[in-house]
């Protein structure tokens, strides 16, 4: 069964470039059949969906956070990551991991990491 | 963009209770919609896809009924497990790929 862990920092100063990496386990980011996904849930607020990567390298970005975001994968670890640069106490949120089902069917999430917040504070 | 619109915020039930929770979408989305629990401090878990198709390893008490832009959730009988907040999601594209604002289903 796969898993996937979020690591990262917890504080973020403003402006500052956020950096976190999913690992997983139990499966492989080089499968077609999945995307892996970065979501986010700002305190008392609805889930955001950031983008995705394939194993292709190709990506998605939410428009809302185009200009900010980027996200990467490492094959040979099994890892992705997201880059959130000039951030702002609005990023503060916990942020999730999760795979992505690819392909016309495709679209939702059947595995997430158990999130870990980020605060954006001096 | 499309506007997935969930209610109620917040229901109260009770043990063994028949629970159905609404979403709604903006304009239609088929039935490219799945339905997620989230308790604190967990991994949100996938539920239902497509509308209606129960996830593998997903108790039977939990389904899903809806096409276009209305779609409900449905838990027949509700076990002490099931106190948590729940989502859905529309998956029609990538633009706009979003999520409702949640029903936290709360013991009465």
């Known amino acids: 069964q796969v898993q996937l862990q979020e690591s990262g920092p917890g504080l973020v100063e403003p402006w500052e470039t956020l950096s976190l990496t999913c690992t997983v386990s139990g499966g492989s980011v080089t499968s077609s059949t999945y995307y892996w996904a970065w979501v986010r849930q700002p305190p008392g607020k609805g889930l955001e969906y950031i983008g995705n990567?394939?194993?292709?390298?190709?990506?998605y970005y939410n428009p809302s956070l185009k200009s900010r975001v980027s996200i990467s994968m490492v094959k040979s670890r099994d890892q992705f990551s997201l880059k959130v640069n000039s951030l702002t106490a609005a990023d503060t949120a916990v942020y999730y991991c999760a795979r992505e089902l690819s392909g016309d069917d495709g679209g939702y999430f059947d595995s997430w990491g158990q999130g870990t917040l980020v605060t954006v504070s001096s | 963009d499309i506007q997935m619109t969930q209610s109620p915020s917040t229901l109260s039930a009770s043990i063994a209770d028949r629970v159905t929770i609404t979403c709604r979408a903006s304009e239609s989305i088929s039935r490219w919609l799945a339905w997620y629990q989230h308790k604190p401090g967990k991994a949100p878990k996938l539920l239902i896809y497509k509308a209606s198709s129960l996830q593998s390893g997903v108790p039977s008490r939990f389904s899903g009924s809806g096409s276009g832009t209305e779609f409900t959730l449905t838990i027949s009988s509700l076990a002490p497990d099931d106190f948590a907040t729940y989502y859905c999601?529309?998956?029609?594209?990538?633009?706009?790929?979003?999520f409702g604002s949640g029903t936290q289903v709360e013991i009465k």
């Open positions: 999601q529309h998956y029609k594209s990538y633009e706009g790929l979003s």
């Open positions: 990567i394939y194993y292709n390298g190709d990506t």
